[in-house]
């Protein structure tokens, strides 16, 4: 299995501020072919099921506000908030989709 | 807009059957943009993605859980369903049924998601 590991586990970020989550894989998930990157990243807030916010690395899912944003390639991924709001607490998740079993990184808990 | 609702028991006794049905609305079951399958999320952890179905019958199981885990679909229904056998404390956790998006070449990412329903596995 691919191993997902997000860092930090935890950020408290001020209102406003930017808030940066990394992802790295046990192994690329790049598929050179087609120079895509197998990668997503979901949103969790209490209570509810996770939240679609970018597939592709870098493509935001339809409705996603342009503050979040997805970079990276190969092993080393980024999710970015540039600038804060309150209703973006919650926990953030990323994904590897390049080899079954598809797996999830571990979360990471943003806070204000 | 795509709808997926869990269904099913809430509590089951160890080494019983787990079972619990998701069903689609908002567009057919038999579409060839997704696979349909099953998430879940153990008390205050992280997600495990169990096992994905196409509506044609072919399946995907997590290996991890393969040994123990059915899933099925009824397109009459617009439905699909999961079984995990012998089940323990271990398994209980918030079960999410998903839309699979198909990338044809890999795999897939998930864009639509139930609420999700809490099975409790206790004696």
């Known amino acids: 299995d691919i191993v997902m590991t997000q860092s930090p586990d935890s950020l408290a970020v001020s209102l406003g501020e930017r808030a940066t989550i990394n992802c790295k894989s046990s192994?690329?998930?790049?598929?050179?072919?087609?120079?895509?990157?197998?990668l997503a990243w979901y949103q969790q807030k209490p209570g509810q099921p996770p939240k679609l916010l970018i597939y592709w690395a870098s493509t935001r899912e339809s409705g996603v506000p342009d503050r979040f944003s997805g970079s990276g390639s190969g092993t080393d991924f980024t999710l970015t908030i540039s600038s804060l709001q309150a209703e973006d607490v919650a926990v953030y998740y990323c994904?590897?989709?390049?080899?079954?079993?598809?797996?999830f990184g571990q979360g990471t808990k943003v806070e204000i | 807009q795509l709808q997926l609702q869990e269904s099913g028991p809430g509590l089951v006794k160890p080494s019983e059957t787990l079972s619990l049905t998701c069903s689609v609305t908002?567009?057919?079951?038999?579409?060839?943009?997704?696979?349909w399958g099953w998430i879940r999320q153990p008390p205050g952890m992280g997600l495990e993605w169990i096992a994905a179905?196409?509506?044609?019958?072919?399946?995907y199981y997590n290996p991890s859980l393969k040994s123990r885990v059915t899933i099925s679909v009824d397109t009459s229904k617009n439905q699909f369903s999961l079984k995990l056998s012998s089940v323990t404390v271990a398994d209980t956790a918030v079960y999410y049924c998903?839309?699979?998006?198909?990338?044809?070449?890999?795999?897939?990412?998930?864009?639509?998601w139930g609420r999700g329903t809490q099975v409790t596995v206790s004696s």
């Open positions: 908002g567009g057919s079951i038999s579409s060839s943009t997704y696979h």
């Open positions: 994904q590897q989709y390049y080899s079954s079993p598809p797996t």
């Open positions: 998903a839309s699979h998006f198909r990338t044809v070449t890999h795999y897939w990412y998930f864009d639509h």
């Open positions: 179905i196409y509506y044609s019958g072919t399946t």
């Open positions: 192994q690329s998930v790049l598929y050179t072919s087609k120079n895509n990157n197998y």
